[in-house]
C-alpha cells in the first residue's frame, strides 16, 4: 500500500485512473461511472465518483474519492465506518489507499469487496 502522504506521483494521478484503467484492467465489476455532487465532501475531496456494480443490481455499487489531504480522508472514512457501527442496515466496506478511499454498499460479499483492495489497483496506478 502507498504511503498515507502525497507524493507527485499521487498528486497527478486521478480517480478514473484508479476507476477506469486499473480496476477494470484488473477485471473487476465495474459499470457506468459517473461524478458526485460536491455534496459528498465537497472541499475536503479533489475527486468524487459513483461507480455502479452490474452485479449487485440496479443502482447499486459505491464511491471513490480522492481526497486533498489525509485529515479528510480519515473524516469521510470515519464518516462511513460509524455509520455502520450504528446500524447493520447502514454498514458499508470502506478501504483507503494514499488520498483515496473506495466506499462499497453492504450488499457486496466481503470476498468481492477483497478484489478491490488485494488486487492492488490503486497501487498500481500510483506506481
Partial sequence: ???CGSNSKEASVTTNDVVIQSFKDDG?????????????????RKEGK??????LGEDAGGRLFMFKDKKG???AKSYYDELGKESPLLY??????GLFLIQMNSDMK??????????????????
Avoid at 459513483?50 to 452485479?55: A, D, E, M, N, T
Avoid at 470476498?111 to 500510483?126: G, P, R, V, W
Fill in 28 to 44: 473487476l465489476d465495474i459499470g457506468d461511472v459517473s461524478d458526485l455532487e460536491n455534496k459528498e465532501f465537497g472541499d475536503t
Fill in 73 to 75: 480522508l480519515e473524516k
Fill in 92 to 97: 458499508s466496506h470502506t478501504h483507503a489507499n
Fill in 110 to 127: 466481503d470476498a468481492e469487496f477483497e478484489k478491490f483492495k488485494n488486487k492492488n489497483s490503486m497501487d498500481k496506478a500510483l506506481k
Fill in 1 to 3: 500500500m502507498a504511503a
Fill in 50 to 55: 459513483r461507480i455502479l456494480v452490474p452485479s
